[in-house]
C-alpha cells in the first residue's frame, strides 16, 4: 500500500493569514505535505506569488478565506491583529473550524477570542513559534501548543507538517502563556549579554575575548551563537527579531505576571532595556534583537 500524505489523510484544507518571514515557511510545508492551502496578501506580494506557484490558493479576503478552510492559522504582531483577523473570519467561518493562531499573543484576549468562537461552534488554540525564518522554511520549527484534547488530535497531523518539535502545554491560551515564559528567558538572556560586553569592553576586555571565555564553555548556548552573531561577526540579520516585538512581548509578560499579583522585578528590568533602545531609535522594521547591544553601549558612552 502507497504512503499517502498527511493531506490526503486529515482532509483538513488549510488556510495561512500572514505569509511573511515565518507564515511562508508554515505554508510552504503545509503544500509540502499535500495539504489545500489558501493565502491572502496583506502588503508584500513576493511571498503569495512564491506560495501560489508552488500550489497555493491565494484569496482576496478573509469571508473567502473562512468558507474554504476548516484550519486557519495567523501569524501577526500580536493580539490587537489576531483579534481584527479573528473578527473579521467570524461571520463566514464553517462549523468546527479551528483558528490556529502562530502570533506571540496575549493570553487574556486567546482566551476571550476562544470564547467568541465557541459561540459559533469553532475553535481557539495557540501555537507559538520557536525557531527562526531558516527553520520555518526547512520545517524545523518548535511550537506549544494551547488547545483542548480532542482539538490537539486533531490539530497535531497538520502541525507535524511545519514543526519539528511540539509540546502540548494544555487548555487554550496555555500555549502563549509558555511562549511568553520562553520569550523572557531568551530576551533576558539578550539584555544580559548586552550589559556584560558594555561593561566589558569599560574595563578593557575586548569583545572577542569576552567571547573565547563564553564560547564553548558551560554558559555557552544557541540563543548565545545567535546573538554573538552580531556582537561578534557582524552579522546584522544573525536573528531577525525586532526589538518592537521584543518589547511587546515583555509587556504582555508584565501583564500576565500582574494578573496573578506576582512581582517580577527582573522581568521589569529586562522590559525596561527594550524600551531604552526602542525610544533611542531602535523601533525600525530591521531593528533586531542582537542590535540591542549597540543601544546599551551608547547609554554608557561607547561607540
Known sequence: MNQRSA???TNETIGVVGVGLMGHGIAKNLLAADYPVTVIAHRNRTPIESLTALGAVEVSDLDQMAAACSVIHI???GSPQVEEIVGALLPALKPGSIIVDCSTSDPTSTIALAQKLAEVGCHMADAPLGGTPVQAEQGELATMVGADAGIFARLEPVIASWAGA?????PCGAGHKMKLLNNFVSLGYAALYSEALALSRKVGISVDQFDSVIRGSRMDCGFYQTFMGYAVEGNREAH??????ALKDL???????DNVALANPIGNAVKNSFALASAAGGSGPE?????????VARQNGLD
Open 75 to 77: 501569524c501577526a504582531p
Open 251 to 257: 509587556r504582555y509578560l508584565e501583564a500576565m505576571a
Open 7 to 9: 493531506g490526503q489523510m
Open 166 to 170: 511540539i509540546v502540548h502545554i494544555g
Open 287 to 295: 531593528d533586531y534583537v542582537p542590535h540591542l547591544v549597540d543601544y
Open 240 to 245: 531577525k527579531f525586532t526589538l518592537t516585538n
